[in-house]
């Protein structure tokens, strides 16, 4: 029965589980007051696939991770610590949070929501940073709101 139950009633696909992380991710940060946009790509090329601004200005960018292998084979998060106050990665439930990094955030989510288990350390960024961060970020989110409402441009 089990064989059966498991063709019948596959488990999630990776893709599925990343956009219900995601989705559960986002949804806690704008409960936390935090604006979001995702897959927002830095001046290094890394694109974030969540980076949340908070309403004094401080940027998150959240990682979100489908498995063990997809954050085994991914080395570039480091790489998101020159564009962010705070770093952290979103899982599911049923990810081993133990082999995840000590010195970085941590939300636990599903497609309805989230919960931060860790904030994530904090580290400034530059004044000069921020400010092209935050016009990124809002450009950004201008052009996707524009698009919405006029898909024709």
């Known amino acids: 029965m089990a064989a059966a139950d498991s063709v019948l009633n596959p488990p999630p696909a990776r893709p599925e589980i990343t956009r ?12 936390r007051g935090y604006a979001i946009v995702k897959e927002m790509t830095f001046a290094n ?5 969540i980076v949340a601004l908070s309403p004094s200005g401080e940027l998150l960018v959240v990682e979100v991770k489908s498995g063990v292998e997809d954050y085994r ?3 570039k998060w480091p790489d998101y610590r020159d564009y962010c106050d ?11 949070r133990e082999i995840l990094p000590e010195d970085v955030g941590l939300i636990v989510a599903d497609a309805f929501g ?15 940073r921020r400010k092209m961060l935050t016009i990124a970020f809002a450009r950004l989110a201008a052009g996707r709101l524009a698009l919405l409402e006029d898909p024709g441009t």
């Open 20 to 31: 219900a992380v995601c989705r559960g991710a986002s949804r806690h940060l704008r409960e």
């Open 45 to 49: 090329g890394r694109r974030g696939d």
């Open 73 to 75: 084979v991914d080395g």
């Open 86 to 96: 705070g770093f952290l990665f979103a899982v599911a439930p049923e990810f081993p």
């Open 114 to 128: 989230g919960e931060l288990l860790r904030e994530p350390p904090r580290h400034p960024l530059a004044p000069a």
